[in-house]
Nanobody
Framework: QVQLVESGGGLVQAGGSLRLSCAAS????????MGWFRQAPGKEREFVAS????????IYADSVKGRFTISRDNAKNTVYLQMNSLKPEDTAVYYC?????????????????WGQGTQVTVSS
């Protein structure tokens, strides 16, 4: 069974930075693309970022492009989301997710495994 555990969420002021981590176990981490999604109260879960199996390709939602950076360290079975210039609109529960394919994708249906989520709150 694939298990994903997010960490690093918390409270930060607008304009600040935060780094989320996602530790994976249960299968070979380097064999699949990973992603981050987020869900704000009353809204649907939305795509944030994705990274290919070796980390060579990344894609981002337009709302976070230029501010967020997804990366991975396959030796540590960990994927990260560096969030800079945070805005109150970024407030949400952030979820790490894993695909069963190699390449970065924004398609929600490609993600089969999900973490429990970590809360990010950005104050104004």
């Amino acid at each position: 069974q694939v298990q994903l555990v997010e960490s690093g969420g918390g409270l930060v002021q607008a304009g600040g930075s935060l780094r989320l981590s996602c530790a994976a176990s249960g299968r070979t981490f380097s064999s699949y693309a990973m992603g981050w999604f987020r869900q704000a109260p009353g809204k649907e879960r939305e795509f944030v970022a994705s990274i290919s199996w070796l980390g060579g390709t990344t894609i981002y939602a337009d709302s976070v492009k230029g501010r967020f950076t997804i990366s991975r360290d396959n030796a540590k079975n960990t994927v990260y989301l560096q969030m800079n210039s945070l805005k109150p609109e970024d407030t949400a529960v952030y979820y790490c997710a894993a695909t069963t394919v190699k390449y970065a994708t924004m398609t929600r249906g490609s993600y089969y495994y999900w973490g429990q989520g970590t809360q990010v709150t950005v104050s104004s």
